[in-house]
T-cell receptor, first 114, second 113 residues
Framework: KAGVTQTPRYLIKTRGQQVTLSCSPI?????VSWYQQTPGQGLQFLFE???????NKGNFPGRFSGRQFSNSRSEMNVSTLELGDSALYLC?????????????FGEGSRLTVL | KNQVEQSPQSLIILEGKNCTLQ??????????LRWYKQDTGRGPVSLTI?????NTKSNGRYTATLDADTKQSSLHITASQLSDSASYIC????????????FGKGTSLLVTP
């Protein structure tokens, strides 16, 4: 069973640009959530999607957005990049049959904003 | 406000020694608590889950405990190995708010030879 796949693994952008990150969940998982991880701040919840609908949202500005497709694949977009957006962005999927089920994380997309 | 506090923030121990990581939470109503291990540059991986009725659960050299009354959990690592060097994250799930997850900031463990 393939794990959670995130692309790209590494990317470098400049301030003001936008970026789109992709996440393919484990087959059969309809819940996909996104997290920002920076040194000292731990994992910060961005949003969760379930069956193409945003189910929960964290406390991030509107520059951060996401969507989920009918095949459960998800994308997140960050517009007008700022230096502080440099971080590891992690995607996780979990089985919706167990709401409190284990999160399965991808390897992450490391974004550097110059 | 639901919060999860982990201590210590970082820890350095010698290979072969034991250590204990702490997680205190104010999440209510409590659903479950998971410990995740995150190796550098990798995504976190679940080590163990604790539900309300469980006090102790082991996964190899990792033993998690839960005191639901005091809202505290610990992760004990026995006979540490170099591969235990990682960040350990405590995640507590609330029974409401769509089972929202509350994350601790993690404890960074370094095991030295």
């Amino acid at each position: 069973k393939a794990g959670v796949t995130q692309t790209p693994r590494y990317l470098i952008k400049t301030r003001g640009q936008q970026v789109t990150l992709s996440c393919s969940p484990i087959s059969g998982h309809r819940s996909v959530s996104w997290y920002q991880q920076t040194p000292g701040q731990g994992l910060q919840f961005l949003f969760e999607y379930f069956s193409e609908t945003q189910r929960n949202k964290g406390n991030f500005p509107g520059r951060f957005s996401g969507r989920q497709f009918s095949n459960s694949r998800s994308e997140m977009n960050v517009s007008t990049l700022e230096l502080g957006d440099s971080a590891l962005y992690l995607c996780a999927s979990r089985s919706d049959r167990v709401p409190t089920g284990e999160l399965f994380f991808g390897e992450g997309s490391r974004l550097t904003v110059l | 406000k639901n919060q999860v506090e982990q201590s210590p923030q970082s820890l350095i121990i010698l290979e072969g020694k034991n250590c204990t990581l702490q997680c205190n939470y104010t999440v209510s109503p409590f659903s479950n608590l998971r410990w995740y291990k995150q190796d550098t540059g990798r995504g976190p991986v679940s080590l163990t889950i604790m539900t309300f009725s469980e006090n102790t659960k082991s996964n190899g050299r990792y033993t998690a405990t839960l005191d639901a009354d005091t809202k505290q959990s610990s992760l004990h690592i026995t006979a540490s190995q170099l591969s235990d060097s990682a960040s350990y994250i405590c995640v507590v799930s609330a029974m409401n708010s769509g089972y929202a997850l509350n994350f601790g900031k993690g404890t960074s463990l370094l095991v030295t030879p």
